[in-house]
């Protein structure tokens, strides 16, 4: 029987394999019914970490509305779009499910603004930087298991989930940071996940800026990538509401750049002939790539978003508030540990009796990038305003 068109039927040679897998920080017995990496995906489901993406967003705060992507939906999304190229390219695709479900689990409340108002708070003890705090929550923060730690994860997922890093950091990393100190390429799955999470936020966010009414169709229709196919569509379709045309507009636009890199990803293995996982990251640059005229126009669009929806004012007004709350959270919580609620405090103490104040300091940030939008401006009037509940 043949295999339906873009379903590869085994794993390619250069895919990730659960036999191969480097394993996982603490030995444990192998899964009876589960692969290892369909393990890893089950364990990001179950984490707290993973349900509190909920009510995390990326752009808009979450009582904005109920429509706009919240983290856990942009997840999805990624992961939808991940899957469906990496089954085409032969690629683990329950590896490229774990590590898109898993890639925003460390990052703060009110999206990028949040992400930056606590790295300025911690610039005197090591900076944050919401990767490596994704890796911390699965590595260290979460806890589910008596045996260890963390999540255990195997290798695989973790090196997809630090997509980027700072050569101090990698030092300290151990095995998944080594890649960044001797310039080699993580798997394709990590690739492509780290591929998938662009076009799925940049396409996403055309969606959440028009129901917003910071862009209009007009404006949006200036960006090649939008406008071929809106164009298209609206000759066809000239009937059709205008919500379904924009809807029907940006799921061609991701329908094409997926095709695209699809096209591309298997031409520059083709070339490359890796033979193994290990010959991917030993391979001196990106094999899951976009056309260069793609992403030209994927840059484009991008650039159109930053200046017209991130850049807006009432996104600015939402992110400088964002800020602020941080900064005061922060602050007064690092002032005076006493303050947190008792395990945080504990670990603070311990932390600082360990590492001093960088120490303590890791702690309330742990703390506060846990924290949901909705529970920090909770957490925020509890301890700013005389009249609320403490
Ligand atoms: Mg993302």
Known sequence: MNAPAGAATTLAPYAAHDASSRGRRHAEPDPEYRGQFQRDRDR???????????????VFVNHEGDLYRTRITHSLEVSQIARTIARA???????????????????????????????????????????????RVVDELEERYAEFPGLNLTFETREGILKHCSLPNARLLGDVGER???????????????????????????????????IQVEEVAQVTLFAREYESVASRYPQAPPRRKVHETIRRMIDRI?????????????AAAP?????????????????????????????????????????????????????????????????????HRDAAQRA????????????????VAGMTDRYALLEHRRLFYPEARS
């Open 89 to 135: 390219l032969g690629l683990h695709e329950t590896l490229t499910e774990a590590i898109c479900l898993a890639h925003d689990l460390g990052h703060t409340p009110f999206g990028h603004a949040g992400q930056d108002a606590l790295n300025e708070c911690m610039r005197d003890y090591g900076g944050f930087e919401h990767n490596l705090q994704s890796l």
């Open 258 to 270: 997926v095709q695209d890199v699809i096209r591309t990803t298997t031409a520059s293995l083709a």
């Open 180 to 214: 960044f100190i001797r310039r080699e390429q993580p798997g394709l799955e990590a690739q492509l996940a780290n591929l998938a999470d662009e076009i799925a936020y940049n396409n996403h966010d055309v969606d959440d800026g028009l129901r917003a009414g910071l």
């Open 44 to 58: 990001i489901i179950h984490s707290n970490a993973f349900r509190r993406l909920v009510y995390k967003t990326q």
């Open 352 to 367: 600082e009796a360990r590492d001093g104040a960088t120490g303590r300091a890791r702690v309330v940030a742990d703390y």
């Open 275 to 343: 033979r193994s996982i290990d010959e991917v990251r030993r391979h001196g640059s990106r094999l899951v790539l976009m056309s260069e005229d793609v992403r030209r126009e994927h840059l484009e669009l991008k650039q159109f978003l930053r200046e017209r929806v991130y850049r807006h004012y009432r996104v600015l007004r939402m992110t400088t508030k964002a800020r602020r709350v941080l900064h005061e959270l922060f602050d007064v919580l690092m002032k005076d540990t006493a303050l947190l609620p008792d395990e």
